[in-house]
């Protein structure tokens, strides 16, 4: 299988005849042809970047920090564009990238607490220096990207070809911001919401303003079947059919009847709460989450045995958009 070797150094250049030889790395490596040498200024002692036939890179350096900075430099280069959308979404600044298309999403971004759970996750990583040095090694890696990127050397998704111009900024470059350790937080939320943003509770309050009013008051059976809302459309939360895949697992329900666990209405009006269920639809929709075509949310397992290559399957993902490309970026840290 062929495979290309990156060597990436705190030196200079491998074109720079003051270049000495890298240090001497572990023979597997060096059996790889070197196809390319980088800088990246913070580095503390030599990393080696292998990308194999599917393009999958695998890093090696000597701690954790510089693995850090490289992982930085290659996804920047695979992925700037992704990562800086990702970062300015629960920031509220995609605006700024994107122009005043794009100022309604930053409005609803920091109404709905985004850029809140930043700041908490920010906070929370000074309590752990050594992620925290992980990171900023991380944003030192994108950050040199952006250097070889102005600079030409290494070239910049076409995206920002586009947006240049229309932002009026004279070179694509210009659109580059670089990135510190909050711009890593902010990944982290736009994730978190991705996976966890839920606004079925609007929606359920307008269900039981509305249950008082199904039935008109005189009509046969009126409080039973009032009852039969309350307790198999709303306290009721076991499966509607007793089914499972796990063998010998049967669910049960988790209520018993005529519960009777009244929620309390709201004393909104009707026409609010479903004004705000439209607002906050249109929301979870941007996340990628489309509650008629369904996303993600599964997760299984098919045996070597009936796979095609006799390798075991796993999947085990989270409520996660099927974007283009995934936010799945496979990856080897060493």
């Known amino acids: 299988m062929h495979v290309a070797i990156w060597v990436l150094l705190a ?29 990246i200024p913070a580095l503390t002692g030599a990393a080696y970047v292998i990308r194999t036939e599917g393009n999958v890179p695998r890093i090696y350096a000597e701690n954790r920090a510089d693995v850090g900075r490289v992982q930085g430099f290659v996804i920047a280069r695979d992925r700037f564009f992704e990562i800086d959308l990702a970062r300015r979404i629960s920031r509220g600044t995609l605006s700024a990238l994107l122009g005043d ?6 409005q609803e971004s920091r109404g709905i607490g985004m850029t809140r759970v930043v700041d908490v996750v920010s906070a929370r990583l000074e309590e752990d220096p050594e992620l925290a040095a992980v990171l900023d090694g991380f944003a030192e890696g994108v950050n040199a990207w952006i250097v070889e990127a102005r ?52 929606g359920r309050q307008a269900a039981v303003d509305a ?9 046969a059976l009126v409080d039973l079947r009032r009852d039969g809302l ?14 499972a895949s796990a063998p010998g697992f049967a669910p049960t329900r988790s209520s018993p009847p005529h519960a009777h666990r009244r929620a309390p209405a709201s004393g909104l009006p009707v026409g609010m709460l479903e004004g705000l269920t439209r607002r906050l639809d249109r929301i979870e929709r941007r996340f990628g989450h489309d509650h008629v075509e369904g996303f993600g949310s599964n997760a299984w397992a098919v045996t070597g045995a009936a796979s095609g290559e006799g390798r075991a399957l796993l999947a085990g993902d989270g409520h996660l958009p099927l974007s283009v490309p995934s936010l799945f970026y496979p990856i080897g840290l060493d």
Do not use: H, M, N
Request: with cysteine; glycine share 6%; net charge negative.
């Open 11 to 39: 030196g200079c250049k491998k074109d720079d005849p003051q270049v000495a030889d890298p240090p001497p790395a572990p023979s597997a490596l060096l059996d790889v042809p070197e196809s390319e040498r980088w800088q």
């Open 230 to 243: 309350w307790d198999d459309v709303w306290s009721r939360v076991d499966p509607v059919f007793p089914v």
């Open 151 to 202: 600079a030409k050397r290494l070239p910049l998704p076409s995206e920002y070809e586009t947006i240049a111009p229309l932002l009026g900024f004279v070179e694509p470059t210009d659109v580059l911001e670089e990135f510190e350790r909050e711009d890593l937080a902010a990944i982290a939320a736009t994730v978190v919401y991705q996976l966890g943003f839920e606004t079925g509770d609007v």
């Open 101 to 106: 298309a794009a100022l309604a999403a930053d």
């Open 211 to 219: 249950i008082p009013g199904v039935y008109a008051d005189g009509e």
